[in-house]
């Protein structure tokens, strides 16, 4: 199946993924995706890619989305707490297409709970951005 809205998991992933220490003062530690409407053409690349597992995927081009730094406030109920934290740079996303393969459940520790996800198949590929 398809995912429709692959924002939904994207920040999450992206800012679990980049998981790396402590946040100084006044730094953003999560990442606010949209979607855009990018003025290149249409072009295929293919990829090796890592992640949960190795992967040959092609990456469609143009970008689906743009994520940039952000901080939540004032998130009502207050989450469990915890997580991970770090410092997000901006990420143009692009679709990618990847073959289907058993990945293993991997366990999720955010904001807003710990749980075991099982991932299916590679959706978005985000590249670092100035």
């Given at each position: 199946?398809?995912?429709?809205?692959?924002?939904?998991?994207?920040?999450?992933?992206?800012?679990?993924?980049?998981?790396?220490?402590?946040i100084p003062a006044g730094a953003q530690s999560h990442l606010k995706c949209y979607?855009?409407?990018?003025?290149?053409?249409?072009?295929?690349?293919?990829?090796?890619?890592?992640?949960?597992?190795?992967?040959?995927?092609?990456?469609?081009?143009?970008?689906?989305?743009?994520?940039?730094?952000?901080?939540?406030?004032?998130?009502?109920?207050?989450?469990?707490?915890?997580?991970?934290?770090?410092?997000p740079n901006k990420f143009a996303c692009y679709k990618i297409r990847c073959k289907?393969?058993?990945?293993?459940?991997?366990?999720?520790?955010?904001?807003?709970?710990?749980?075991?996800?099982?991932?299916?198949?590679?959706?978005?590929?985000?590249?670092?951005?100035?």
């Amino acid at each position: 199946m398809a995912m429709k809205h692959p924002t939904r998991l994207l920040a999450a992933a992206v800012c679990a993924y980049l998981a790396c220490g402590a946040i100084p003062a006044g730094a953003q530690s999560h990442l606010k995706c949209y979607r855009v409407r990018d003025p290149l053409p249409k072009a295929t690349y293919s990829a090796n890619l890592t992640g949960f597992a190795p992967e040959t995927c092609r990456i469609l081009v143009p970008a689906v989305m743009i994520c940039v730094p952000s901080n939540k406030t004032s998130v009502s109920p207050p989450p469990p707490g915890g997580g991970a934290t770090g410092v997000p740079n901006k990420f143009a996303c692009y679709k990618i297409r990847c073959k289907r393969q058993d990945i293993l459940n991997q366990q999720i520790h955010d904001q807003f709970g710990n749980r075991a996800i099982t991932p299916r198949v590679g959706a978005l590929l985000c590249a670092p951005s100035s």
